[in-house]
C-alpha cells in the first residue's frame, strides 16, 4: 500500500522525550514522598499488580497486545486525600484526589506521561488488515486538576488540563505519510456522575480490571480540545484526517447490574458519544474485550476508530461456587462516524464467553470472543487471559 501526503519535519528521538518527562515526574515523586515520609503512619496503602495479554485472529492479520500494571495508592486516615501512582505498560502516571476544601468540596490534580504507543496509532487497521506503514509512534505528557462537588449520591466536576503531544516514524512508516501537526491542546471538561452503586472490591483494587457492579451508576460530559494546530494529516488509501482547532466533546454513560438471586446477576452497560471537529488521534477506541476500550468481542484493539456511536454491552453472571463467576457477553455498537476505516460496517458485535475468578487477594480473568463484523473477510475471533494481585 502506498501513502500520499505532506512529508513531516525531522523530529529529535522520542528517547529524549523520554528521559525529559521521567526526570520531571522523578522530581514530583521525590517532593510527594517526602511529604509522607512524615507522616508515613497516617496513610493507609495499597498496592497492586497486574499483567494480561490479548491475541486475536481473521484471516487478514493475526495479533496481539499485553498489558502490565503496577499501582500504589494511599488513603490519609483523618483527612481522607488519596495519593496514587501507576505504571501501565506505556502509561505513567501521579496523583493525588478528595483533598478536601469544604464539607462539599474536593480538589485533585493528576500527571499522565504515555510514550510510543498512545491511542494505539501504532496500529491501523482497514476491513481486519494490519497496515503498519499508516501507524506511528504517540506519546504525550497531560497536567490536569479538578474541583467536585457532592451532594448524596451526585458529583459535579470541572476539569482543566493541558496537554503536549509528540509523534515520531517507526521503521514501517510510509516516508511520505503526513503525522499530526498539533503539539499543544487547552482541555477542559464539566461532568456529572451519579454513583449508586453498592461495594464490590473490583471499584478498588486495580489488579481485577473487569469491575462487579451491584446498583446503578451513570454520568454525562462536556468536553473541548483546543489545539495548537488543525492541519490535515494521516491521508492513507483516501482517508485523510481534518481536525478542527476546536473540537467539541459530548457523551453519556449508564453501568448497572441486578442479581435475582445469590448465584445469577445480569449486568449491562450503555454509552453514547458524539463529537464535531474530532480526528484519530483523540477519537473513541472500538474493539477488544479488555477495559481500554469501547469493547466489541472478537475485534482487535482499537481495530475501529469512532466519534460517534452508541454502544451497548450486556452480560450473565453466574456464581457457582466461592465468589468465582462464569458467564457470558453480548458487545453492540452502532458506528455513526468512523475515521479510519471506511470499509467497516455501521454496526459491530460480538458475543464472547468468560471467567472472573477469585482466590483472596489473587484474579484471574479468561475470556474468548467472536465477531462475524467483518463478514466480507471472515470472522475474527480473540481471546484474554489476565492475571492480578492485590496487597
Known amino acids: 500500500m502506498h501513502a500520499i501526503g505532506k512529508r513531516s519535519e525531522p523530529v529529535k528521538p522520542v528517547t529524549l522525550y523520554l528521559v525529559r518527562t ?3 515526574l522523578a522530581l514530583w515523586l521525590l517532593t510527594a514522598s517526602s511529604a509522607w515520609a512524615q507522616n508515613v503512619d497516617a496513610w493507609h496503602r495499597r498496592q497492586a499488580f497486574a499483567t494480561s495479554f490479548e491475541a486475536w485472529a481473521h484471516p487478514a492479520n493475526r495479533a496481539g497486545h499485553g498489558v502490565v500494571l503496577l499501582t500504589m495508592d494511599a488513603q490519609h486516615g483523618d483527612s481522607g486525600t488519596r495519593v496514587g501512582l501507576v505504571w501501565n505498560t506505556d502509561t505513567l502516571r501521579a496523583w493525588v484526589d478528595d483533598v478536601r476544601l469544604r464539607p462539599w468540596l474536593v480538589f485533585g490534580a493528576r500527571g499522565t506521561a504515555e510514550f510510543v504507543f ?5 496500529d491501523y487497521y482497514v476491513n481486519g488488515r494490519l497496515e503498519r ?3 506511528f509512534a504517540a506519546s504525550y505528557v497531560q497536567l490536569e486538576s479538578w474541583l467536585r462537588a457532592q451532594h448524596d449520591r451526585h458529583f459535579v466536576e470541572a476539569n482543566v488540563g493541558a496537554r503536549t503531544w509528540r509523534f515520531d516514524r517507526l521503521p514501517a512508516t510510509a516516508a511520505d505519510l503526513a503525522l499530526p501537526g498539533v503539539r499543544r491542546v487547552f482541555e477542559p471538561r464539566l461532568r456529572y456522575t ?5 461495594q464490590d472490591i473490583s471499584l478498588w483494587e486495580q489488579s481485577r480490571l473487569f469491575r462487579r457492579v451491584h446498583g446503578l451508576a451513570a454520568g454525562a460530559e462536556l468536553a473541548a480540545d483546543i489545539r495548537d494546530n488543525a492541519d490535515p494529516w494521516g491521508r492513507y488509501e483516501g482517508v485523510s484526517q481534518q481536525p478542527a482547532r476546536t473540537i467539541l466533546r459530548g457523551s453519556l454513560w449508564a453501568e448497572a447490574g441486578w442479581a435475582p438471586t445469590e448465584r445469577l446477576r445480569w449486568q449491562w452497560a450503555l454509552a453514547a458519544r458524539t463529537a464535531d471537529g474530532d480526528d484519530a488521534l483523540t477519537a473513541s477506541r472500538v474493539g477488544g474485550l479488555g477495559p481500554y476500550v469501547v469493547p466489541v468481542a472478537g475485534l482487535p484493539w482499537a481495530a475501529v476508530i ?10 450473565i453472571h453466574l456464581d457457582l461456587v466461592a465468589q468465582h463467576e462464569w458467564g457470558a457477553a453480548l458487545d453492540v455498537v452502532s458506528a455513526g462516524k468512523t475515521l479510519r476505516d ?5 454496526v459491530l458485535w ?13 484474579q484471574i480473568d479468561v475470556r474468548t470472543g467472536l465477531s462475524p463484523s467483518w463478514v466480507r473477510t471472515g470472522v475474527s ?5 489476565g492475571f492480578g494481585y492485590s496487597w
Open 22 to 24: 521521567l526526570a520531571v
Open 118 to 122: 498512545a491511542g494505539l496509532m501504532p
Open 133 to 135: 506503514e499508516a501507524g
Open 194 to 198: 451519579y454513583w449508586g452503586v453498592s
Open 306 to 315: 469512532d466519534d460517534q456511536y452508541f454502544s451497548g454491552r450486556t452480560s
Open 342 to 346: 471506511t470499509s467497516s460496517q455501521n
Open 350 to 362: 460480538g458475543g464472547s464467553l468468560f471467567a472472573d475468578l477469585r482466590w483472596r487477594q489473587w
Open 381 to 385: 475471533a480473540s481471546a484474554w487471559l
